[in-house]
């Protein structure tokens, strides 16, 4: 099934204080339906009772069947099981800059190639800020239980080549960065206290600074000139945001994860796309029919709706 997903669609069931205006400009403005999007996915498998789903980002490919058969193995046992991307890290502009200076830099589990259980509760959610399915799956990753099933390629993209990038990922980056940091050290969510986050944003800019003089000083390098002004940018980006503010912000997320846990359990079983996306108030989307064999084509009773 294709979906149309009109510029100005709103629904009751997927409104969130993460993404109250008051955070727009930590977010520098940011504007992206990629969340909205995958809480659709979420909410339409609730609706159609689908046991196990995959994201999988259309920039992402050399994904077989047998990385297929691996995530719906696990996802027996794990909510969310992935495939993570190596020959062209899926990484944050901070953490491209971070490897081009010479230093390790690790990859992750990420959305763009992500295996869901949507039979489980409670189900998450995924807020409109950068790093999305880090925070997603943030409580599974505490607990160690975010497997990688292989690994997949992304199609390759200059992570430099325009700064904002890094005034549109620093909030979210370092939202991300300081949770992770602390169930790295075995610590709850509780301990995001503003001390804490006073503490993160100083390395956090510390950080960025170091890269900033280190990758000004790679010779005649073109990107090593851009990543610099990428974390010029990133650092008066992070120069924006206040301890209060990732305090508030967490508070915000964890209070929409109940909200959507809530309402995700609550979805009515429907079992047909017409009647899942006149829930949803999603009226441009057809049935795709790839794959389907004829005898299936030619047992299709009703027409699809029209496409966007």
Known sequence: MIVGIPVDYRNDHLTFQTSDPKF???KAGRKSDLSLKRNL?????RLMRWEKIMFLDDDIFDVTLTDLAKIASQLDSHQVTGLISRSFPDN????HA???SGRDQDTFVTGAALGVNCAETPLDFFPDVYNEDWLFFAIHAARGQVISVGTARQQPYKPFADPN???????GDLIAEGL?????????LDAATKAYWDDFITARRNLIERLACDLYLIPTHEAGAQAHESMLHAGKQLDSITAENCVHFVKAWREDRGAFAKTA?????????AAACEYLELTGWREAEFGFPESRRSRRTGAPQPGR
């Open 24 to 26: 727009a400009d930590l």
């Open 41 to 45: 996915g979420l909410l339409l498998a």
């Open 92 to 95: 944050s502009v901070v953490c």
């Open 98 to 100: 971070n490897r081009l």
């Open 165 to 171: 990038r890094a005034d549109l990922e620093e909030f």
């Open 180 to 188: 992770y940091a602390l169930f790295n050290d075995g610590q709850s």
């Open 265 to 273: 359990n609550e979805m009515p079983a429907l079992g047909n796309y």
